[in-house]
Each structure stands twice: as C-alpha cells, then as structure tokens.
Nanobody, 126 residues
C-alpha cells in the first residue's frame, strides 16, 4: 500500500502561482511513476503531468505545458507540481497518483494508476 497526501492548494488570482506537494508513505516511493490529475464537478478526471520514478522523464498535458513543472524528491518521498501563470480554467481538485512501473515508463491514463490521494482544491479567480 502507498498512502498519498496532497497539500498546497488554495485560492489565487489569475497569473499567480501555487506549488502542490504530494507526500507518500508505505511502499518504496521510488518504484512508482507519479502523476497529477485534476477534476471539476461533472467532468472526467484529466491528466496534468507525470514524472517517471527515476525522475528522468516527464510529460505534460498541452493545456499546462510551459506553465507547470513536475518534480520529485525520492529521499523525501514527495512529488511537487509548480504551477505558474495560473488561469481560471485551471480551477479544479488536483490529485496525485502513483503507478507501479519500470524506471522510465509512465502513463497518462488514470486507470493505470494504483494509488490516489484525496485531492487538494485549487481555485483561480479572474
């Protein structure tokens, strides 16, 4: 089992920044690719960003590319999502997720992830 706890959400004005954190406990964190997803009520969960368990590979949704940066610190069992130039359409509940996989592999499909956090709300005002 892997337990994931997100933090860092909040209310920010458009153009502002937030940094989300996801702290993991349980099984070896470094064996998991870590992804961020987001969801608004009435819509499907949407892929945002992912990082391989080595940290050597990352991938972003087109909607956040150039504005968001995913990183991880395996020594601290934590993955981060730095969000800059936030837009009102970034408003959502953000979830981190863990996928047990090989070192440089990762998925953008939520169904491939094994563990999920409870989510943290991000609200961007215009």
């Amino acid at each position: 089992q892997v337990q994931l706890v997100e933090s860092g959400g909040g209310l920010v004005q458009a153009g502002g920044s937030l940094r989300l954190s996801c702290a993991a406990s349980g099984r070896t964190f470094s064996n998991y690719a870590m992804g961020w997803f987001r969801q608004v009520p009435g819509k499907e969960r949407e892929f945002v960003a992912v990082i391989s368990w080595s940290g050597g590979s990352t991938y972003y949704a087109d909607s956040v590319k150039g504005r968001f940066t995913i990183s991880r610190d395996n020594a601290k069992n934590t993955v981060y999502l730095q969000m800059n130039s936030l837009k009102p359409e970034d408003t959502a509940t953000y979830y981190c997720a863990a996928e047990f996989t090989t070192p440089e592999n990762y998925s953008t499909r939520s169904r491939n992830y094994d563990y999920w956090g409870q989510g943290t709300q991000v609200t961007v005002s215009s």
